[in-house]
């Protein structure tokens, strides 16, 4: 089956860094998004990784293993705007390549 | 602003009624999806079109159906609306292989 899974929800200090971890089982492989989205609004892209390996973008980064199966987002000097949901999605190879969901991490920051 | 816009913003009907909500792609880019979201569930996906072809189907109930236009907008039609279908509705949009870009949603209420 498909399947992807993150932790339901994480707490972290502002100006810290965490990790949310996503696992996933999927019968294709063609990518894997990461978004943001605070609550009431529209995910927002924030990264994607294709190939194994750490990709950077600023205060966000985004690692892959396809062998794996797993991926994480790291997020550096945490700020409390960065309060929000964080999905995990894989595109599939099937299916049109469509892109299958995690149900999100609830990350909260904390002064 | 993702550059794809959603109409309405907020809906409120009753039981057995139908809907319809709009979507307007991002300029050039011919893939729409459709996705509901509600508070238990994350996002799931419905429908997703390709240059006014259907190219994949999610969990879409036979209530509901969609189409997308020769203008690239696309509709989603809701009929015999049930308690249950009350959630957040987003479309994105993308191009080939990028990433989706995400409307700001229209949040259907239904009483």
């Known amino acids: 089956g498909q399947n992807i899974d993150q932790p339901t929800e994480m707490t972290a200090t502002e100006g810290a860094i965490v990790q949310i971890n996503c696992t996933y089982q999927?019968?294709?492989?063609?990518?894997l998004f990461w978004y943001q989205q605070h609550a009431g609004e529209a995910p927002t892209f924030l990264s994607y990784?294709?190939l194994d390996g750490l990709e950077e973008k600023g205060r966000f980064s985004s690692f892959l293993s396809r062998s794996k199966g797993y991926s994480y987002l790291l997020l550096k000097e945490l700020q409390m705007k960065d309060s929000a949901s964080y999905l995990c999605a894989v595109r599939d190879v099937g299916n049109n390549r469509k892109l299958i969901w995690g149900l999100g991490t609830s990350l909260a920051v904390n002064p | 602003d993702s550059g794809v816009t959603q109409t309405p913003k907020h809906l409120i009907t009753a039981t057995g009624q139908r809907v319809t909500l709009r979507c307007s792609p991002r300029s050039g880019d011919l893939s729409v999806y459709w996705y509901q979201q509600s508070l238990d569930q994350g996002l799931q996906f419905l429908i997703q079109y390709y240059n006014g072809e259907e190219r994949a189907k999610g969990n879409i109930l036979e209530r509901f159906s969609a189409q997308q236009f020769p203008d690239l907008h696309s509709e989603l039609n809701l009929s015999s609306l049930e308690l249950g279908d009350s959630a957040l509705y987003f479309c994105?949009?993308?191009?080939?292989?990028?990433?989706?870009?995400f409307g700001q949603g229209t949040r259907l209420t239904v009483v």
């Open positions: 994105a949009s993308s191009r080939h292989r990028d990433e989706a870009f």
């Open positions: 990784n294709v």
């Open positions: 999927t019968s294709g492989f063609n990518g």
